[in-house]
């Protein structure tokens, strides 16, 4: 089965670096994906991971940590449009096809 | 690409009316999903397609709700007849595959706003 665990709520000033945390259970590994929603939006990709290790993307970082069964996605230099919810998701396979499950998501919010 | 497109974005109806959702991908992404998504639940995987054969539909809530993909281009889901409890935000997504690569990276829709009264 799946078991995905992020915090609730993060609150954050501008300019600063905040770090949201993600650590799930799976039968197999096929990978990570860290999306970004905004309020009354839709889920949109800002990252996959299959590999251990940090995976840079101008200010958002991704990092992974198999063996651990966790991952962390870092954002640098908050802007207040970074408030927003932010969704783990790994793939599940059943019956021959992988599946997105997703964590329940974490809510940013960026003060000035 | 104009990414993936639903309508209505907002439906308002009747306890008891039925609802039809739609829902168009982008060209080319073999694999269509269902999500609804709540502030209770989350998001939740409904039903998904592939090559406009539905694959895995255990996530669909009850016989009220239906889903087809008559084409690569089109696809509904429709609920009949609709509560106030699936009141939701409903969206549409596509994937190239669900290889367990980057490429399964899902592309969603705008959504549309389910308000059943």
């Known amino acids: 089965g799946q078991n995905i665990d992020q915090p609730t709520e993060m609150t954050a000033t501008e300019g600063a670096i905040v770090q949201i945390n993600c650590t799930y259970q799976?039968?197999?590994?096929?990978?990570l994906f860290w999306y970004q929603q905004h309020a009354g939006e839709a889920p949109t990709f800002l990252s996959y991971?299959?590999?251990?290790g940090l995976e840079e993307k101008g200010r958002f970082s991704s990092f992974l940590s198999r063996s651990k069964g966790y991952s962390y996605l870092l954002l640098k230099e908050l802007q207040m449009k970074d408030s927003a919810s932010y969704l783990c998701a790994v793939p599940l396979f059943s019956g021959g096809y992988n599946k997105l499950i997703f964590g329940a998501g974490t809510r940013l919010a960026v003060h000035p | 690409d104009a990414g993936v497109i639903q309508s209505p974005r907002h439906e308002v109806t009747e306890m008891g009316q039925e609802v039809t959702l739609r829902c168009k991908p982008i060209?080319?992404?073999?694999?269509l999903f269902w999500y609804r998504q709540t502030m209770m639940r989350g998001l939740e995987l409904l039903i998904y397609?592939?090559?406009?054969?539905?694959?895995?539909d255990s996530g669909m809530p009850e016989d009220r709700f239906s889903a087809k993909m008559p084409n690569a281009s089109f696809s509904t889901l429709k609920i009949q007849p609709s509560e106030p409890r699936d009141s939701a935000v409903y969206f549409c997504a596509s994937s190239l595959d669900v290889a367990g690569t980057s490429t399964d990276t899902q592309y969603f829709g705008p959504g549309t706003r389910l308000t059943v009264l």
């Open positions: 799976t039968s197999g590994f096929n990978g």
């Open positions: 397609f592939n090559n406009n054969v539905p694959i895995d």
């Open positions: 060209s080319g992404h073999d694999y």
């Open positions: 991971n299959v590999l251990d």
